[in-house]
């Protein structure tokens, strides 16, 4: 089965422009997450969609927003861009009602704002 | 906080050593994950205790699992070079939350 795949994989803004980032999850996964890791800190969670509605969010500022697609594909959008944003984002997905259960990541999306 | 915490945040040891990294965390849990991340790489799911076993075991990789002091270790044998990444604890505490990650542990293994 293919796996869960992210778009872009590398990605340069300037400081104020608006990024957004893609991410398809494994068929039949219902649940996606964004996680972000800036360099020297772990994983930081971002957004938990599922269904096509936002189930939790972290503890990030309003600009970095997401939807989920009826096809339970995903997107991030992260506006006036600052340059800590710069990170790697990881998108990850698990099927529906199965919490108990491993999830399953992309290579993720490099963010460098310049 | 419902992350776990890995000890020690690096560790380098000799090719077919064998490395012990652990896991502390703060509440109840329906089960704990543990994860490798390749630099620059997602995540790879590597096994999922539940919180009714002690210990699990896939290839070269042991897990134990001491709820009564929340806590876990992720043992692998033999090391390889190849083994050299992140490895991250998940505590899962229900349904409704996220898995949360701490900072990992950085495995160097040298050849």
């Known amino acids: 089965e293919a796996g869960v795949t992210q778009s872009p994989t590398h990605l340069i803004k300037t400081r104020g422009q608006q990024a957004t980032l893609r991410c398809s999850p494994i068929?039949?996964?219902?649940?996606v997450y964004w996680y972000q890791q800036a360099l020297g800190l772990g994983l930081q969670f971002l957004l938990w969609?599922?269904?096509?509605?936002?189930?939790n969010r972290g503890n990030f500022p309003p600009r970095f927003s997401g939807r989920q697609f009826p096809n339970y594909s995903s997107e991030l959008n992260v506006n006036a861009l600052e340059l800590e944003d710069s990170a790697l984002y990881l998108c990850?997905?698990?099927?529906?009602?199965?919490?108990?259960?491993?999830?399953?990541f992309g290579n993720g999306t490099r963010l460098t704002v310049t | 906080s419902q992350q776990g915490e890995e000890d020690p945040q690096a560790l380098s040891i000799q090719e077919g050593e064998n490395a012990t990294m652990n896991c502390s965390y703060k509440?109840?849990?329906?089960?704990l994950q543990w994860y490798r991340q390749n630099s620059g790489r997602g995540l790879v799911h590597l096994i999922l205790?539940?919180?009714?076993?002690r210990e699990k075991h896939s290839g070269r990789l042991r897990v134990t699992l001491d709820t009564s002091k929340k806590s876990s270790s992720l043992l692998i044998t033999a090391s390889r070079a190849a083994d050299t990444a992140s490895y991250f604890c998940?505590?899962?505490?229900?349904?409704?939350?996220?898995?949360?990650f701490g900072k990992g542990t950085r495995l160097s293994v040298i050849a």
């Open positions: 990850a997905s698990r099927p529906r009602g199965s919490y108990n259960s491993p999830l399953h």
């Open positions: 068929s039949g996964h219902t649940s």
């Open positions: 969609y599922d269904e096509g509605e936002e189930r």
């Open positions: 509440t109840s849990i329906n089960n």
């Open positions: 205790i539940r919180s009714n076993e």
């Open positions: 998940a505590p899962d505490f229900s349904g409704n939350t996220p898995l949360v």
